[in-house]
């Protein structure tokens, strides 16, 4: 693990802070951002590299685990095939040309402090744990330009808690860039901004956010922001109805798709999120959650407790509350 705090501030007095105030340009804040550094290579960080370099951006996707980096790439590829089937019916050539050019633009590493040196924006897609996140960006902030945008696809942690160790000129630039899973195909993404987040920093990531092709909803800090806080008291629901055996849940998703038109059951949805996943929001919520805490709707379920712990996280692992 690292030591981040301590690192980081050190160096922080030793190079002078990494933020507005170390005396960067106004103009190099306000650039379109064209280099982009996603750190973690699964199923979210793979789908931002995959997006932002279909969209012409420089990207570099940062695993500390290389096989997750290799099947990362193997999933870009068989997502961008499938795109470029689609454009270029007839014509293979013209099929591989298209996935050629936009692999060509991504780079990946496993040097975390190398691959942000250069970043307009960095956005982070690991494990869902506070901790670990927080040890990240004391690191990435050293390494990235004082002018980066630093943004973390958290589905429910504080971005100003993730932020809470960092300098007050890298805090100005943290921002939450909530992205919805699978990425090339949902076209939201929550532009979280803080109490300290700068006004031209939020404007710039909600550029972005258009670049790729998506559509920015800007939100305060609060607990899952717009989407999860309204999806996950949903899918807990639905566990629960199983725990109390009110049907299975082939009849609850059945139900939920052509009783009220949604694309996805809440157990497929389960499952496609990562049951690890759902299991770190709720019990982060419940523990600590800013007006969340103790709220019943997100009290430990023993069903999700024992997938979980049996290895049953959902399509990553193949088996979850169904097989795959
Ligand atoms: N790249 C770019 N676009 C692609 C693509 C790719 N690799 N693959 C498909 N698309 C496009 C398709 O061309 C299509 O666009 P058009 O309608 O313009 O033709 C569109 O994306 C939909 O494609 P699909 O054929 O894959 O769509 P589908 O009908 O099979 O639906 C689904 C698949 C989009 C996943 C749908 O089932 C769905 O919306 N499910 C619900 C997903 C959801 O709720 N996600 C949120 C989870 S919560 C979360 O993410 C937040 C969190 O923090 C936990
Ligand atoms: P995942 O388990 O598929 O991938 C996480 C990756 O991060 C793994 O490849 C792991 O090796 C890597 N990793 C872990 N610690 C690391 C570190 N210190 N440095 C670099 N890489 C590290 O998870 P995911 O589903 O892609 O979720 C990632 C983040 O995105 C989480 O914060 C999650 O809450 C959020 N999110 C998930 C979804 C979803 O539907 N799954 C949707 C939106 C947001």
């Known amino acids: 693990m690292y030591s981040g705090r301590a690192l980081q501030s050190s160096r922080a007095v030793a190079r002078g802070m990494r933020g507005f105030s170390s ?15 996603v750190i973690g290579g699964g199923q979210m960080g793979s789908g931002i ?14 695993d500390v685990n290389s096989e997750a980096l290799k099947r990362g790439q193997a999933y870009m590829v068989k997502s961008l095939k499938r795109v ?32 942000v040196g250069r970043a307009d924006l960095v956005v982070e897609a690991v494990v869902e744990k506070l901790q670990v996140k927080q040890e990240l960006f004391a690191r990435v902030s050293e390494a990235a330009p004082g002018t980066a945008i630093l943004a973390s696809n958290t589905s429910s942690l504080p971005i100003g808690k993730i932020a809470e160790g960092l300098e007050e000129g890298q805090r100005r630039r943290m921002v939450g860039l909530h992205f919805f899973n699978p990425v090339p195909q ?10 300290e987040a700068d006004a031209q920093v939020v404007e710039r990531a909600v550029a972005f956010v ?16 717009i989407v999860n806080r309204l ?4 899918m807990m629901e639905a566990v629960r109805l199983l725990e109390r055996d ?17 694309p996805m059951g809440p157990f ?57």
Not at 27 to 36: D, F, G, I, K, L
Not at 186 to 195: A, G, H, P, Q, Y
């Open 23 to 37: 005396g960067q340009s106004l103009h190099s804040q306000q650039e379109a951002v064209r280099r982009v550094t």
């Open 49 to 62: 590299a995959q997006v932002a370099a279909a969209h012409k951006h420089e990207v570099t996707l940062v």
């Open 84 to 115: 470029a089937k689609k454009k270029h019916s007839d014509d293979e050539a013209a099929q591989s040309r298209f996935v050629d050019e936009i692999m060509g633009r991504v780079t990946v590493s496993t040097q975390l402090q190398d691959a």
């Open 186 to 195: 949902m076209k939201l993404v929550e532009v979280v901004r803080t109490e």
């Open 210 to 225: 258009r670049a790729i092709g998506k559509e920015p909803a800007v939100c305060k800090d609060t607990p899952g922001f």
């Open 231 to 234: 999806l996950l008291p949903y």
């Open 246 to 262: 009110v049907a299975s849940p082939r009849d609850i998703d059945t139900a939920m798709k052509l009783g009220a038109g949604y």
């Open 268 to 324: 497929e949805l389960c499952d496609y999120v990562g049951l690890d996943t759902i299991k770190y929001i709720v019990d982060g919520w419940h523990k600590d959650g800013a007006g969340l805490k103790g709220n019943p709707l997100f009290a430990p379920s023993a069903k999700l407790d024992e997938l979980v712990k049996s290895g049953r996280l959902g399509v990553k692992t193949g088996k979850g509350f169904y097989d795959y």
